[in-house]
């Protein structure tokens, strides 16, 4: 009796002892897969100023002031085909101005008359998305996180709309506006800025109907007839407007 009293506590002693090695294993793959997804998130560069609050400060410190001298290029990427110039407005003579953003360690920016998603480590082009008239946005683009109506998006603005890519493929989300783009009357250069569900559209030196000039060597800037800025809201599902209004009165 004694004796098999003493084998079932010694299979349960063993339970106890697997029981507790499960436990410890769970919680070192899941601290470990913590410490991943933490230094992944400080890896990215989600929007053209890294967050909402504006900081452009990143956590990373491999690059400080005792090696910064000593950085050389790893890879490059063209923003014009091999034949491009720079002398006037075309898709293939932009000059860009652009912050690439970064989010689960994809590259995603405008480039002339595309907008791309890119290695970061090699440069190597994941996909690219084409625009059969006009430029993407000189500025950048905005990431929008994937809910339960959408998957993870792209965004830009190009001429008087704002066009919304699936971030995976690169093509056009049908979701989005008409076609995934959704009309806004005015043109802007800047980068939408996503918060929760609303996109929203900084203002605009030009009106409906007026003259927009895209910006090249001769006019770094842009141009076109001054008018009264309009920011927009746009639900970022949809496509659809949330509001609008006029930093300036009208004449009357």
Avoid at 187 to 192: A, D, I
Avoid at 216 to 223: D, E, F, I, V, Y
Avoid at 228 to 247: H, I, S, V
């Amino acid at each position: 009796m004694r004796f098999s009293t003493g084998i079932r506590a010694s299979k349960e002693r063993s339970r106890r002892t697997r029981r507790v090695t499960a436990t410890l294993v769970a919680m070192a793959l899941a601290a470990t897969s913590a410490l991943a997804q933490e230094r992944s998130a400080a890896a990215d560069w989600p929007t053209y100023n890294r967050d909402l609050a504006g900081t452009r400060y990143s956590p990373l410190d491999q690059i400080d002031t005792s090696n910064v001298a000593s950085l050389e290029e790893v890879w490059s990427y063209r923003f014009h085909p091999d034949d491009g110039f720079i002398e006037g407005p075309s898709p293939a003579e932009l000059f860009q101005q652009v912050t690439p953003i970064v989010v689960d360690g994809v590259m995603y920016l405008a480039s002339g008359n595309r907008v791309v998603a890119l290695r970061p480590e090699t440069g190597e082009e994941l996909w690219r998305h084409e625009l059969s008239e006009g430029l993407a946005s000189f500025r950048g683009v905005a990431y929008g996180p994937a809910t339960d109506a959408h998957e993870a998006r792209i965004y830009f603005t190009s001429l008087s709309k704002v066009i919304a890519l699936q971030a995976a493929t690169g093509e056009r989300d049908p979701a989005f506006g008409d076609g995934g783009e959704a009309a806004v009357r005015i043109p802007y250069t800047g980068v939408p800025v996503v918060y929760n569900d609303t996109l929203i559209l900084g203002s605009s030196a030009f009106g409906p109907g007026q003259r927009h000039i895209a910006p090249h060597l001769n006019q770094p800037r842009g141009g076109g007839e001054p008018a009264r800025a309009w920011p927009r809201a746009l639900d970022a599902t949809t496509g659809a407007l949330r509001w609008e209004f006029p930093t300036l009165p009208t004449e009357s």
